[in-house]
């Protein structure tokens, strides 16, 4: 279990989960917390870089951690866990976006963080009130405890885009695990707590004040836990810990959501394991492209992890024909020009989503957009919206069913920011 994908989650999540998880972990060495590989360290690069703020790196982000969570780092005594520990108390002391559900951000934070993608990783004024500035290494107080959005972002990957599928999928599983297990932590407790909805896109004077909510209104959801929010947040842990596999499998990896995502995430898994190339493929036409000498940077799946090609290669890249496979466009390459592309880089190109496979119009829909991949991103989406307090309507989700599987991921990196329904459904 040491070097498995269930070690690099947090304890909570450990008994619950089916036996893919005992699988090889996915390690990526090109992101890491402890030399940011988004800060500036004088080494050269081919492009003008926006370097993160090296006192925030990538926490510019506060977390909507789930009750059980919370529970969890309320119930870890361990020294490591001191800090943490302190600063949800503290949050919960404040009532500020502290709910039967959820400790979460405050809502004017939300609302800020939906215009902030260029400056994300450098705006100090939304460091995550976890980050631990007094560690010399700048880490996160509550990390043992991280919640789906801290568990499964890179800014960069060692297996490019399969790394990034991956952990999409990882992501998308966990977040309906994540929404299941709060919402019935909350419901078993105590049915009669209520979790708020609130107007969306509109901010109470309380929230602009950096206030906590009207005292009627915070009665009206904790009830009898008003004060005790702690005891409730511990037994939410409690439940969980308490919650069988079998039990687990049934609720969540059985339902048609959590099976269609489950089902995804072990295909992407296998992705990053066996490295098996589509038989046609294409300079990739989506792909951002940024010429500087004799150099091309491309990003194509994230904008934080560009590639440098030689000019020379790039262009080589556009002559692979839709029309031919990868072998006959190799020894046309190899026959007419002289060219030979080693194996090797094929799947460097491959990975870094240079060469991807073509659209077939008409053709039937291809793995990256079948219906199962496409019912888990819904899932996914729904889930994300659901917590945030803007549920769809049914305008909505006639919207959201009709969506293919590139524009549901849109709408998810949206949702996981966004504070209206609309700020995550435009076009």
């Not at 909507?64 to 503290?90: H, Q, T």
């Not at 934070?109 to 100090?124: C, E, I, N, P, Q």
């Not at 880490?139 to 960069?156: D, G, N, P, Q």
């Not at 842990?237 to 049934?250: D, G, L, M, R, T």
Request: hydrophobic share 35%.
């Amino acid at each position: 279990m040491v070097d498995s994908l269930r070690s690099t989650l947090p304890p909570v999540y450990r008994h619950l989960l089916n036996e893919f998880f005992d699988k090889p972990k996915v390690v990526e060495t090109r992101a890491t917390c402890d030399r940011c590989s988004m800060c500036d360290h004088g080494d050269p690069s081919p492009v003008a870089m926006e370097y993160f703020d090296p006192t925030t790196k990538c926490c510019t982000f506060t977390p909507l951690l789930p009750n059980y969570l919370v529970g969890a780092i309320l119930a870890d005594e361990s020294p490591e866990m001191a800090v943490g520990r302190g600063r949800i108390k503290n949050t919960i002391g404040k009532r500020i976006s502290v709910t039967p559900h959820y400790v979460g951000r405050p809502r004017k934070v939300s609302l800020l963080m939906t215009a902030y993608a260029d400056v994300f990783g450098r705006a100090k004024s939304l460091k995550c009130p976890y980050y631990d500035d007094d560690n010399p290494a700048g880490t996160c107080s509550i990390w043992r405890h991280r919640e789906v959005i801290c568990m499964t972002y890179y800014c960069k990957y060692s297996g490019g885009m399969r790394g990034y599928e991956y952990w999409g999928a990882l992501k998308d599983y966990l977040m309906i695990v994540q929404q299941i297990l709060a919402q019935t932590a909350a419901r078993i407790v105590d049915p009669t707590v209520v979790e708020p909805q609130f107007k969306r896109n509109l901010l109470t004077l309380e929230d602009m004040e950096d206030l906590p909510p009207k005292d009627s209104d915070y009665a009206a959801w904790w009830g009898r836990w008003v004060g005790r929010e702690e005891e409730f947040y511990l037994k939410c842990h409690e439940w969980v810990q308490n919650v069988s596999p079998a039990a687990f499998a049934k609720h969540v990896d059985a339902s048609k959501e959590g099976k269609a995502a489950l089902e995804r995430l072990v295909a992407k898994y296998e992705l990053t394991q066996n490295k098996i190339l589509p038989t046609n493929l294409v300079r990739n036409p989506r792909m951002k492209e940024s010429h500087v000498g004799d150099k091309v940077v491309v990003t194509s799946y994230h904008r934080y992890d560009s590639f440098a090609l030689d000019k020379e290669l790039f262009e080589v890249c556009g002559t692979f024909r839709a029309d031919q496979t990868l072998d006959e466009n190799l020894e046309r390459l190899k026959r007419e020009d002289g060219i030979e592309l080693a194996p090797e880089l094929i799947e460097y190109l491959v990975a870094a989503g240079v060469l991807v496979e073509p659209p077939k119009p008409g053709a039937a829909p291809t793995p990256a957009d079948n219906a199962g991949e496409r019912s888990g991103r819904r899932a996914a989406l729904n889930a994300i919206l659901e917590v945030r307090g803007i549920g769809p309507d049914a305008d909505a989700r006639t919207k959201i069913d009709a969506a293919d599987a590139a524009k549901l991921d849109l709408w998810i990196k949206k949702a996981a920011i966004a504070r209206s329904l609309a700020e995550v459904l435009e076009d």
